[in-house]
């Protein structure tokens, strides 16, 4: 079951979510602002964020580049209702995943939430790749040298 962060400060699109994500299959972590979001992010295995724009003290957008501190393969959903294209550029430019406009279309943000746990599986597969490659870049020397010292002993 992937865990969703849900940060968003008006409770009733909170719940709404919540409840949405849980019939989708998913574990919703709720947040009712920036801070507390950054704290879950910490505290729990995230596969993906959903946050609002405009919250108090503590906005989507810094969220998003805290979180992308943390974690720069992180996947953030941005969501408003206030669009603008410099809002949707700025995000877009400091990683966030994709950009949806309240009232959000629920088919909508679940294919954007199925696409977003793609490209995160696709990103730790290619991590676990690149582990596996360097294990085999370092480890043929080893051998080589392995196989030279059984050599002259044979």
């Known amino acids: 079951m992937n865990n969703i962060l849900l940060v968003e400060d008006e409770p009733d699109i909170l719940n709404i979510f919540s409840e949405q994500l849980t019939r989708w299959g998913y574990n919703p972590i709720v947040a009712d602002n920036g801070e507390k979001g950054i704290a879950k992010y910490q505290e729990s295995p995230i596969d993906l964020v959903i946050t609002d724009i405009k919250m108090p003290s ?3 957008t810094t969220l ?3 979180i992308k501190e943390i974690d720069r393969d992180a996947v953030v959903i941005m969501v408003t209702g206030y669009p603008s294209i410099d ?3 700025l995000c877009m430019k400091d990683g966030a995943f994709d950009y949806l406009v309240k009232p959000i279309n629920i088919d909508e943000l679940k294919i ?10 696709l990103l730790k597969t290619i991590s676990l790749w690149k582990g596996v490659n360097w294990s085999l ?3 043929i020397p080893i051998w080589l040298i392995l196989g030279i010292i ?3 002993i044979l």
């Not at 954007?112 to 599986?121: A, D, H, V």
């Open 150 to 152: 059984l050599a002259k």
């Open 64 to 66: 998003l580049k805290r």
């Open 137 to 139: 870049i370092v480890s």
């Open 58 to 60: 503590l906005d989507g």
């Open 112 to 121: 954007k939430i199925e696409k977003g746990l793609e490209k995160k599986q």
């Open 87 to 89: 809002s949707a550029v």
